[in-house]
C-alpha cells in the first residue's frame, strides 16, 4: 500500500487506516504513569472511569497552559506589573 500524499487523501482512507495513522502519532504512555491508574483487576466500568479522569486532567492542564499563555502569567500568580489584559486595557 502507497503512504498517503495530501489531505484528500487522507479524509477518503478507510476508517482503520484513519485510526492506524491517529494511534501511530501518539506518544507511548510511560509503564509507571499506567501503574498509577491500574487499581488491579478493572471491569470496563473502572476502565472508562479511569480513562474518564485522565482524560479531566489533561484537559485541565491543556486548558491552564493555555491561560496561562494568554494571560502571560500562571493562574493564582499575581500579575507582574508590566502585563496587560483585555479587562484593564
Do not use: C, W
Amino acid at each position: 500500500m502507497r503512504g498517503i500524499t495530501n489531505a484528500q487523501e487522507a479524509y477518503h482512507a478507510e476508517p482503520n487506516e484513519k485510526l492506524d495513522r491517529a494511534v501511530a502519532g501518539l506518544p507511548s504512555i510511560p509503564k509507571e504513569l499506567v501503574a498509577r491508574f491500574l487499581t488491579g483487576p478493572m471491569t470496563g466500568e473502572a476502565i472508562n472511569a479511569a480513562g474518564i479522569a485522565f482524560k479531566q486532567a489533561l484537559i485541565e492542564a491543556s486548558l491552564n497552559a493555555e491561560l496561562t499563555h494568554h494571560l502571560g502569567y500562571a493562574p493564582g500568580a499575581e500579575r507582574p506589573e508590566a502585563t496587560t489584559t483585555s479587562a484593564t486595557a
